[in-house]
């Protein structure tokens, strides 16, 4: 479809920079000349100087006098920066009533004041700064990775615990080949490497829809994971607060939106500290533990006997593997953040991305080393990490804040999916995937309409798997494996298409990548089905129907609305075409008026009303709608009265509905001549407090959902204030 | 105040006859000379052969065709009794949703097929159906009345029960006095004599308003009474029932409620055979009773020695008196209906009420005697007239049949209340005192808003109580002695005033009723305060009050909307007033426009926009919000490209708000010139799936709230349709 290419150029052009202008896309070039054209025929003489109020406010000389309905509009609300522009200052913004002044000062009490959009382009990263803002999300992981995978293991007895060390090889293995595969989809899509983009633009938009479902899915278990693992770190220190798990997590939940919200620059010092500190707490174990243990010639403590519930088959360690590649989700977050470094910036990105999988390399395979020489095992009531903390340092202020720094960055890297999603969602939206309404940027420049989605759902499914972690992991590593898989897909069909230097040594490496990360998809997938991947691997497509759906919506409606050329201008009127022809014309000459006032009784809101239509000098027809035959003739007579000046309809409805033969007559009148434009005026009596409404009928809002069908017909609220 | 006497007027005109124009009042003189007035004035010619389509749609020769959002209107849904006007038929008032069809469908199969408005004239009963129709709330007391005056005295022991015939007598006399004094009302008010509309009319609106307020939660209790008495009869004669007490009650409310809406004539049929049915069997109880008395020579019983839980004090003989009270509940109902009589319609009511007290009477009297003959006491579990039953009718299908009628004839008494309690609304919003929907009459010609509110209030008054009749009865009393209180004083003080022929004697019966009313009133309020009957102690002055800020709202609404005389034209343009003199017109002439459209985006809805407003003829000023800069500067360009054949102003709202800068911007012009009338034309996207709305920001309606406060600003909806 070509709205469609049109609107993929659109995308390209603008690349993966995130701008509130993003809501008003530009008009492609086949638009703006079609635009051109239906100026040319635009017959309307244009009168300048006929305005009868300055527009540019700039040069009234009378003083603005309160409104009785309204509130002060003091002309300090706009400032002239141009001629025919002007700039609304902050206060243009708060609303009018009273309750929504009073809303609006909370709101900025909790938020703080609105940024400018001016704003946006400072909100950039230097790497030291990048590192722990995006690395929490993936360091954090070792704080729940290796515990994952050993709690699997030690279902086949205290035996089976010795394939951690392979397993953890394994992995390590697996995460320097993927991190060197990302480092390379960075280099090539500086604009922002996510999975979304790399894998809708290499291997089509079905791919990228799916990529996105699953990054999406992995964003939410990542809030409801980190804050699980956080909350049961602090509840491994203080088991007191154990009952309290779920509303605990969800108003952790809610402080990080509400944080959130505040905007991203606010947020990304916070992160610095805590990701530091997790960092130097755990390579403190590590030292601390690894010296303790050369001391006794690294020889392991031997593991107090478990009974073994499973036997030790292949399935039992392909769920082991696949619990613990948790440890590598987050992996995405610097290909998704790559506009967010300075210049040059997918050469800082690259760089970061390279230090972080480092760290992560050195912790995990640290930990699982360490947890294996000190002979630990999975407890329900104690996180692994902790275990080892209290193992390591018995007394003394290390182990309060090692826990204190893991409860830190866990809540952090549930901070990280805050980041990413709503941007996920505002290229989806941008590309017509998502609804629109993620493309708005709030009042502190940041996406609130994905954030408020964000911590709604991950709510949901942490309140819904009632706060335990190892419940949460099954669901985990399949959505991020997914989009990794496709990633680096994409990459190699990418290298094949392009060739560029090297492209041979480049596409292996993808390729290397790709090929493990789908390994792990399918053995997650497999494995963990019956223990809740099932929902993921349901979720996934159901996601990408939708997707598809929204997209066939938007583009349909794009089209629909998309300019098209004037039909030359019939002689006759146009035969009556199905979908109303009096919607054809975008031409003012083109325009034939009807002007249909209802009236039901004759008071100063509808004789306004009248008045109102025939100031319009277009031809005009009142109706009045009787109950029965004699206040029919009452209200003729009354007509007459007042001069009968404009032609008068009486409708009789014997069984006393009103918005019903009024539709219907309506629609009639649109039916014998579908060409004219009718324009129902409706006096509205507009009522100053709220609970004087359910003393009125609501006839002006059914009317008008009534008439919302019709085509051609435009509605018009005619108001009288009334003061009580 | 003048428009309240005008209204007034209008009312006494009106009499009480229930009509569906009485949603269309009449214009009062005063106004009707306004009209005129105005209308002289009036500059805008008439141009009658200008229409573009014939509005009878009489003469049009084009056969219609379905469109493609709303469905075929067929000419049929309209035929043309006289010129310029239509009647429409039933069809005309099927919604055109396919939704809104199928509700409608629904509701016909339920409730019936609508009743044209002419039908309302035919809707008279005679004699001998309206004292089943109007008795069965008064007869029906007696199934419940003695046994509450012997519950009272039981509690001081078994030998206080001797108390019950004296008290017995008392009531008598009472219901007597009560009953003449009614007649003489219904004589003076023929066309309906409701307490609301006599104490009104002779002490005042206040007295009216507390008589109103005493009726209406007269009526709510007789429904939860009538009902919860029901249900014990059934519960009584089948044990296995009672713990279901309260969702049968819900449910007989329910279909009590069903049944009515489907009208007045049907409902009226139904009566006939229970109450007579019900009559029929307690006289046979009295006949066989007194028959098997007199074979013992009328010994009594001596009653099963029951232990005093109180001291037979003059408040608990209060008490009980009160309690017997109860039985006249009802006596109402035949004063209210008077205009729902035959011609000649008072004498017809009059005998009527004649023939319910005589009946009242002889089986409140008769049955008192006869479970004081024999012996029987109150029990928790069987009702009393069910023991009288059991002892008359000891086998044989005549206690079932009683038991069938007596539940039969209660819930019939509640449908009184259905009958009653819409009529008293009816009455009071037409005098303004209550919301004006309850003048609406539904499909069927019955007020269906009002029996809805009365099904409500019963449903939440009977859940409450649990369906616990002993509890519903102390707060019965108050409210219809309050009403037969302000009734027949007001009757008192309307002979002193008139001094008809033989005024000195109606006074004296008029004034005995008012005066043992009174001491009933006083007797019940105080001997029943604790246990309840402060509840409707503290309601009706509440209600009271409600009903007065009601007519304060809609007096202010009417003095706001009289007409008033146009002022003379001024030369300058009128200063600008605080109300924001651009409503101040009702003249076309005096109305000067300025045209806004506010331009999101250039496409096909916003150049529809723009080409309906040029087509107007007005000045026109296109408005952009952009959130940026850069975007502003983009949509400039865009327009120069199309032609810039209107005045374009871009705001930048660097805060990314549209709603808010937009509606200060236009009461800053309004500000700037207050006598201007503002066009705010929006574009406004239908779509045809529901569930595609969330994929749109609701910025059209948003806008319309943010501009509904600001006076003169007109908002008109240009709609296109979008076919998916």
Same mark, same amino acid.
């Given at each position: ?27 492609? @070039? ?7 054209? $239906? ?5 309307? @003489? ?6 009868? /109020? ?7 000389? +009378? ?22 522009? !002007? #700039? ?5 913004? %708060? ?13 900025? &009490? ?65 995460? %320097?080949?993927?991190? %060197?595969?990302? =480092? ?22 079905? &791919? ?11 964003? /939410? ?32 939940? &809610? /402080? ?16 610095? !500290? ?51 590649? /948790? ?81 830190? $960055? ?44 964000? &911590? ?35 990459? %190699? ?15 292996? $490496? ?27 691997? #349901? ?68 004789? =306004? ?41 009486? $409708? ?9 033969? !009024? ?10 001549? @579908? ?17 004087? +409404? ?31």
């Amino acid at each position: 479809m070509e709205a469609a290419r049109e609107r993929r150029d659109d995308e390209v052009e603008q690349g993966t920079v995130v701008t509130p202008s993003a809501e008003f896309p530009p008009l492609s @070039p086949s638009q703006r000349a079609e635009l051109g054209r $239906i100026g040319e025929r635009w017959r309307a @003489p244009r009168a300048d100087g006929d305005l009868p /109020v300055d527009p540019a406010l700039g040069r009234s000389d +009378r003083r603005p006098v309160p409104t009785r309905f309204g509130r002060l509009a003091p002309f300090a609300m706009f400032t002239v920066e141009q001629p025919d522009e !002007l #700039v609304a200052t902050e206060r243009a913004n %708060v609303p009018g009533s009273r309750f929504g002044r009073a809303l609006t000062r909370l709101r900025r &009490a909790v938020f703080g004041p609105p940024l400018s959009s001016t704003a946006v382009l400072y909100e950039r990263m230097r790497k030291l700064v990048a590192l722990p803002v995006l690395s929490s999300d993936l360091l954090s992981s070792v704080a729940y990775g290796p515990e994952a995978m050993l709690a699997v293991l030690v279902l086949a007895g205290t035996g089976a615990l010795g394939l951690s060390l392979p397993l953890a090889a394994v992995l390590v293995v697996l995460m %320097v080949a993927v991190g %060197v595969s990302y =480092r390379q989809t960075i280099q090539a899509y500086p604009h922002g490497a996510g999975s979304y983009v790399v894998a809708g633009d290499n291997l089509g938009s079905l &791919a990228g829809l799916a990529a996105a479902a699953g990054l999406m899915v992995d964003y /939410v278990l990542t809030v409801a994971v980190s804050v699980a693992a956080g909350v049961h770190a602090v509840t491994s220190a203080l088991p007191g607060l154990t009952p309290a798990t779920v509303p605990l997590g969800v108003l952790v939940i &809610a /402080v990080l939106l509400a944080g959130n919200l505040r905007g991203v620059r606010t947020a990304g010092n916070i992160f610095v !500290l805590p990701t530091y500190a997790f960092v130097v707490a755990v390579l403190a174990v590590l030292v601390v533990g690894y010296a303790r243990a050369a001391g006794r010639g690294f020889a392991p403590v031997s593991p107090p006997p478990v009974p073994a519930a499973e036997g030790l088959g292949l399935l039992l360690v392909l769920r082991a593997f696949s619990s613990g590649a /948790v440890s590598m989700t987050g992996i995405e977050a610097v290909s998704n953040a790559v506009p967010a470094f300075r210049p040059s910036e997918w050469r800082n990105a690259r760089t970061t991305l390279g230090w972080m999988v480092f760290l992560l390399v050195l912790l995990f395979a640290g930990l699982t080393g360490l947890i294996r020489l000190e002979g630990l095992v999975p407890l329900p009531g104690e996180t692994m990490l902790s275990q080892l903390g209290r193992v390591t340092f018995p007394s003394g202020p290390w182990y309060p804040l090692l826990q204190a720094a893991t409860t830190l $960055i866990l809540l952090l890297a549930a901070n990280t999916a805050f980041n990413g999603f709503p941007r996920l969602l505002f290229f989806m939206a941008r590309a017509g995937h998502a609804p629109r309404r993620f493309l708005h940027m709030g009042d502190r420049l940041a996406f609130s309409n994905g954030m408020a989605a964000l &911590a709604v759902a991950a709510a949901l499914v942490f309140v819904a798997f009632g706060g335990h972690t190892a419940s949460l992991i099954p669901l985990y590593a399949v959505g991020v494996f997914l989009a990794f898989t496709l990633s680096q897909a994409g990459m %190699v069909v990418r290298w094949r298409r392009r060739r560029g230097p090297g492209w041979r040594r480049r596409l292996a $490496i993808n390729a290397i990548g790709a090929v493990l990360s789908a390994l792990v998809l399918i053995t997650a997938a497999v494995a963990k089905f019956s223990e809740g991947a099932w929902v993921v691997v #349901v979720a996934v497509p159901l996601l990408v129907l939708l997707f598809q759906r929204i997209h066939r919506h938007y583009a349909t409606l794009h089209h629909a609305l998309a300019l098209r050329p004037p039909a030359p201008a019939p002689p006759a009127p146009a035969p009556p075409g199905p979908a109303g022809s009096a919607e054809g014309e975008e031409l003012p000459q083109e325009v034939r008026h009807l002007v249909v006032v209802p009236v039901a009784r004759l008071n100063r809101a509808s004789l =306004r009303a009248l008045a109102y239509a025939a100031s319009l000098g277009q031809p005009t027809l009142a109706v009045h709608i009787a109950p029965e035959e004699a206040e029919a003739d009452r209200f003729r007579e009354q007509w007459q009265a007042w001069g009968d000046h404009l032609r008068l309809e009486t $409708i009789v409805s014997p069984y006393r509905a009103f918005v019903g033969p !009024l539709a219907h007559y309506l629609e009639a009148l649109h039916t014998t001549r @579908p060409e004219l434009t009718l324009t129902v005026i409706v006096p509205e009596v507009v009522l100053r407090r709220p609970w004087h +409404r359910p003393l009125h009928s609501r006839v002006e809002q059914r009317l008008r959902a009534a008439l919302r069908a019709l085509p051609g017909v435009v509605v018009t609220s005619v108001p009288v204030h009334v003061a009580e």
